[in-house]
C-alpha cells in the first residue's frame, strides 16, 4: 500500500471525490468565516445578551413563510441619524424624521421598539416622541419621553445615552399603553384597561377592531413613524434613531430564545469544528506513530512500557474521564483538544509496532542495517513511508470522532463558552426546553452540520478503505 | 473391469472482470486399476488444482462453464444431483487433500473432533462412536502422528503434522480415489519423504491416487502414468517411464530439460515466454508461441489427440503425419 | 489451563485501567484541594449531627463551643486533614473504592438521603437496565443482519449495510435522541419525551412495567439506531472474511452440509472477533448511555453527571460518578474478555 493509492482512491472514485468536494468547500468556508468574523466572537458577540436584543426571540428562519405560507412580518430594523426637518415652534426646535413601514397582509409585527443614541444637549433636557400615522390616516401617540435632565453638581454641555443606548420596548412600555387606551377611547369608544392592552400591543397599534368587537383585525398597508425631538438650542438633539419591528421569523436559520442569530453561530461552529477534528486527529496519529515506531523498533523494556500503557490508555472508558477532568479543569476548548489527543493514540500505537515488528525482520531492512545505516535512519527512510498510508487513514478515521466527542462534552455544558459550538448551540436548544416546544430551527441545524462534517471524514475513509484493507474488495460467495 | 476413475471433456471456466479465465478446458484422462496413481504435472497456474475442484465440484461463485463427465467405477458421478453428489461421494468415495494444508484446518476445532466431524454429520454411517474414534485413532498412527495430537488445536501442530492430519481426514471413508494437491510443495525433504512412504503403503493397498504437482520428478517416484498439463489441456499422457525417457510433447521435453540433474553436464534449461494467461490464450495449439519446434499449422488448428506409443497420447502436431509438417516462419520483427 | 494466561494478562490490564483510573482522580482532586473540601464536609456534617445531641446534655455554650472544636480537631486529625493530600493518598483512594465521598451540595437520593454513595447507587440499576436492553437488542439484531447480509455481499442490502453503518458512525446518539422527541414526543404526541415513569406512576405490576417501557421506547431505540449499523458491518465483514478461509472451502470439500459448514464452521470461528466487536462495541454504548440519559431524563447514573454538572456543581457526585463508570466498564470487558478467550484457543490471539 501506498500513499499513491490513497490518492488515487480519493481522486477517482465518486466517494472520495464526493468527500473532498465537501472537504474543500468547509475548509473555504472556514477560511472566510475566520477571516469576516470579530476577534473574541465568542465572549463579546454570542454570549453577550445585548448584542442580540433587538432580534425576535426564538423566531423561525424568515424562508419558512415560503414553505407553510402562513403571514409572517418580516424582521425590520432601520437606523436614521440627520433629521429630515427642522422648524422652529415657540421656544422649541422641532426635528422630524419620517420613517415609512409597510405591514403586508395578516403579518403584524412582533414587537416594537426605539433605540435612541447620543443625546446631547445645553441646558434643557429634549423631548421624544413618536407617533404612528396609520393608513387610514388615523394618528397613535405611542411615545413621549423626556431625556434625563441635568443631575445636581453636573455641568454642561450634557451628554445621555453615549455608551447606554436608550432602548424602550414599546410592546411593553407603560407610556405606550397609556396612549392606547386614550387612543382607543378618542378614536372608537373603546374602554379598555392597561391589563386588557398589554398582550395586545401590536394588534391594536396595527389593527382595528373587528367587527364582532372583541377582537383586532390586522390593517395592512403603508405607516409611518414619525419621530421628533423637541430642543432649546441649536445643536442640542440626538445621534441617531433607530427602530425595530420585530419579525415572526428570522434571518436564513432563525434565532434562539435569547433572540441570537442562528446563522453567525452555525457557521462560526465550522472552523472550530474542523480545528478539533484536525487537531485532535493529527496529533493523536503523530504520537501513536511515534510511540509504535519507538515501540516496534527499540524493543525490551521500552517496547514493555509503550505497550502496556497504550494498552491501558486505550481501555479507559473515556467520557466519564473527560467529564471529570474538564470539570476540575474548567472548561477550555485547548483543554477538551488535549484531552482528546491525550486518549485517541494508543490504538494505532499498537498498530504500528506490529507493522515494524514485521518490516523489522523483512529482507530489505536487515540489508539495510547490514550495511550500517543507523537505527533512526532505517526508521526515516525505509519504515516511516511504508506506514505513512496507515497514518493517512487513522487520520481521517480519527477525526469525525473528536468531533463527536466534542459536541457530546458541550452538550453536556462542558463546551468552552468563549467559542460558541455546536455542540453548544444544541445543549442550549435543549436546557432551556427549546426541543419539548419544538423549536425545529435550533435543534435540527447544528446537529445536521455535525453529521455533515464528520460524514465527509466518512466518506473519505470509505474511498480509501478498499486500499488499506484489500481482502474486503472482491467478497465472492464459494459454491 | 472397468477403470477406478474416467473423466471425459471437463471444462471450468470462470468468470472474471478481465475475460473468462479457461482453467479447465475439455480435459480428458482415466485412472486404470485400484491401487495405481496417475500424475498431474504442469506449472503453476495452468489449472491443475481447478481439475481437482471440477472433479469434487467444488465451484466457486463465479464460475462460467462447468460440463463434463467423471465416472467412478463405471458410475456417472457427475449425473448425480448436488446434495446426492455431496451425501455419497465426495469425500466418501473421492477425497482431497489440497494444497496449503495450513488453514485447512478450523482453527478452533480439535483435531480428534475434526477429523471424525464428516462422518458424525453423514446420515448413512451408523458407526458408533467409540468404533470410530478407534479408526480415527488408527489413522492418526498410520500418518505417523502420536496419539496426543487428537486432543490438539491446529495452532499448537507443525506445518508437517497438519499435512498429516488432512490426509488422515482424507482416509476416513476409506474412499476409492484420493486427490492429492502439491501435498507436500510445503514441507521439508525429510517430511515429504516420509509422507511419499506413506502414500506408497496406501497405494500398495488398492488406494487409487490423482498426485497433482509442479515437480515431475516427485510424481515420477510415486505414479504410474503422468498427464502433462499446459493452459488448462493435457498435453501428453503416459506411463511414466514413457514420459520421462521418450517425451512426445515439445512441453513435457522443455519440462524434463528444466530439472537440474546431479552428474550432468547440461544446465538446466528454462522454457521461453512465460506461461500463458488463462483469460487470453493463444490460438491453435496453445503452446506455439513457446515451442522450439512449432509448424505452420500450429497457429491454426487445435491439435487432436493422437497415440504416440502404445499407451501413449499426445495432443501435438508433430505426430500427425496426415498433416504438412513446414515449420512455422518465424517474423524476427 | 492454557486459557489462564491470556485471561491473567488481560485481567491485569482492567485492574491497571482500574487503577490508573483511580489515581487520577485522586491525584487530581488532591492538586486541586477538592479532596480537602469533600473531607471538610464531611467533618462538618458529624458536627453538626454533634451539636445536636451535645447541646442537650451541655447547657453552657462557651463549653459546647469548646468541646465541638475538640471534637472537630479529632476528627480533623481522624480524616487526615492536618496532613498534606498527598500522605492521605492511599487513604483517599479506598475512600473513593467505597464511595465515601461524604454528603451532595443540591442532589438527593430518591429517598431524601443526600449521602453521595445513596443518590449514586440507587441510580445504577436504572442505567444497567438501559444499556442492557440497547445492547441486547443491538447484538441480536446486528447479528442476525450482520449474517443475513453476509449471505449477500455485493447485494443493495449489503450496500445499504455499509453505507448506514458509515453515515450512523458520523451521528451523535444523542442528537438523534433529541430528534426522536422532536417528532415523536412533541410533534406526533405518540411517546413520553422524558423520564422513566409517567407521574403519578400506574399501580400494579404490570402496568408499571408497560408505563416504564413506554418510556424506555426512544432512549433504546436512539442508542440502537446508532450502534446496529456499524456493529451489523462488523458482522458481515468479519463472516465474509472467514467464509474465504480455506478451512471453510475444506469443509465443503469433506461433504459438509451447508448449514454445517455455516454453523461449525464459519460462525463458530466468527465468534471471537464478533465478541471483540461487541466489546468495542460497548465502550461507545457507555458514553452513548450518558448522553442518551440526560437527553431522556432517564433516572440513571448518566442523567447524574448532568445534574451534577448544572447549577451549583456537586463535585462529590462527579468523582462518584467516574468512578462508578470505571468500574461498570471494568467489570463488563472482564466478562467478556473471558468469554473471548475461552471461544478461542488460539492463544496468540488473546495478547
Redo the contacts between chains.
Sequence with gaps: MRVRQIRDALLKTPVGLLGLLSLAAQVVLSVWVVVSYPDDFGNRVWSNPIHWVDNPKAAPPAWIGRVDNQPRADHWQTVRGEPETVEEKGRNLIASWNIPYIVEEGAVPAFLALTVRDVRFEERAPLLALTLIRPDETRVSVLRHAVRGPREGEEGPYERHFDDPLRIQLSADESTLSSLQEFLAEEYGLQMDAEEIRPRVMDILFGVPDAAGDGFAPMSGEYTFLFQTATRVEGDGIGSVELVAGGDAFGRMGTDSIGRDLAQGLLYGLPTALVIGVVVALLSTSIGTVLGMASGYLGGAADTVIQ?LS??VA???????L???L??IGPNLTVIIGILIAFSWPGLAIQVRVMVLHMRSSQLIEAVQSLGSSRWRVMYRHILPQIMPYFLAQIIFTA?SAI?AE??LS????GDPSIPTWGQI?EA???TGG????Y?WW??PP?LL??LV??T???L??AIEPVVNP??RQ????? | MAPVLQVRDLYLHYADPAGVVKAVDGVSFELGEPGTALGFVGESGCGKSSAANAMLR?????TARYEGEVWLDDVCVSALDAEEFRRTVRWRRMALVPQGAQNSLNPVMRVGKWLTEPVRQSRSSDIAPDALERQARGLLERVGLPAGAWNLYPHELSGGMKQRVMIAGALIFSPRLLIMDEPTSALDVSVQAQIMNLLKDLKAEGLSILFITHDIALASDICDRLAVVYAGQIAEIGSSEQILEQPAHPYTRRLLGSIPRLHDEALPEFIPGAPPDLRNLPGGCRFHPRCDVPLAVCPERVPVRLKAEAGQDVWCWLHDRTVNQVPLEVNSE | MRNLIPLAVRAL??V??FF??LL??VL??GL?G?SDRILSSVVGEQIRVERTTLAETIRDPDELERVLAARKAELESFYGLDIPWQRRLPASVFRVMRLDLGEARSLRSFAGSSRIADIVLERLPNTILLMTTSTVIVALTGLAGGLYVA?R??SWIDRLV?GLA??T????T??IG??L??VV???WRLLP?GGMYSTPPPEGGWLRFADLARHAVLPVLSMVLVSVGPYMYAVR?IT??I??EDF??MA?ARGLSEIRVRNAHILRVAAPPIVTGLIFGL?GS??GS??IE??FNWQGMGRL??DA??GT?D?GV??A??FM??LM?VAI?LLLETLYIFLDPRVSYAD
Excluded: C, K
Excluded at chain 1, 452538550?411 to 462542558?414: D, P, V
Design positions: 502496556r494498552d491501558i481501555n479507559i472508558p473515556v467520557l466519564p474521564l467529564i471529570f477532568l470539570f476540575i469525525p463527536l459536541a457530546g452538550f453536556l455544558g462542558l444544541l436548544g435543549f436546557r426541543v419539548y416546544v419544538g425545529w435543534i435540527v446537529g455535525i453529521v464528520a460524514s471524514f466518512m466518506l475513509s470509505l481482502r474486503l467478497t465472492r460467495r464459494a459454491d | 467444488m465451484l466457486p461463485g463465479n | 490490564t482492567m491497571g485501567v490508573v483510573v487520577l482522580l487530581t482532586l486541586t477538592f449471505t455481499p455485493g455499509s458509515a453515515v458512525y458520523a451521528i451523535p444523542w442528537w433529541i430528534l422527541i422532536l414526543s412533541v410533534h419525551s465483514t465474509l472474511n467464509a474465504q471453510v472451502g465443503r465502550a457507555l458514553s450518558i448522553l440526560t437527553v453527571y448532568y454538572l448544572a456543581p463535585e462527579i468523582v460518578l467516574t463508570f470505571t466498564y470487558r
